[in-house]
């Protein structure tokens, strides 16, 4: 069973900054990525940033130069620090843990979410 902790959420106004933290328990490895993804009201569930054991990143595009994504494997923690923040930021972002190797999928889990919140 996994466990994944989000924490960090919160309200800002336009320009500001949060830094979202994800700690995840249990039967997690191998970790192949940890990663975030977020989900506006009337949107679908999409990704911001991920980054791979082996420290690979990818950043939605919409969050790339502002968002930077980071790992700490022996706390098996992912962070994602956001910056320059926008209204349209505004979702209830989601920590992402996905189970295998490059060549092996053996699953993935998902947190509850924190919602953050940014006001024009």
């Known amino acids: 069973q996994v466990q994944l902790v989000e924490s960090g959420g919160g309200l800002v106004q336009a320009g500001g900054s949060l830094r979202l933290s994800c700690v995840a328990s249990?039967?997690?490895?191998?970790?192949?990525?940890m990663g975030w993804y977020r989900q506006a009201p009337g949107k679908q569930r999409e990704l911001v940033a991920t980054?791979?054991?082996?420290?690979?990143?990818n950043y939605a595009d919409s969050v790339n130069g502002r968002f930077t994504i980071s790992r700490d494997n022996t706390k098996n923690t992912v962070y994602l620090q956001m910056n320059s923040l926008k209204p349209r930021d505004t979702a209830v972002y989601y920590c992402n843990l996905e189970r295998g190797t490059r060549t092996v999928a053996l699953g993935d889990d998902w947190g509850r979410g924190t919602q953050v919140t940014v006001s024009s």
């Open positions: 980054e791979t054991t082996s420290g690979n990143t």
């Open positions: 249990g039967t997690i490895f191998p970790i192949y990525a």
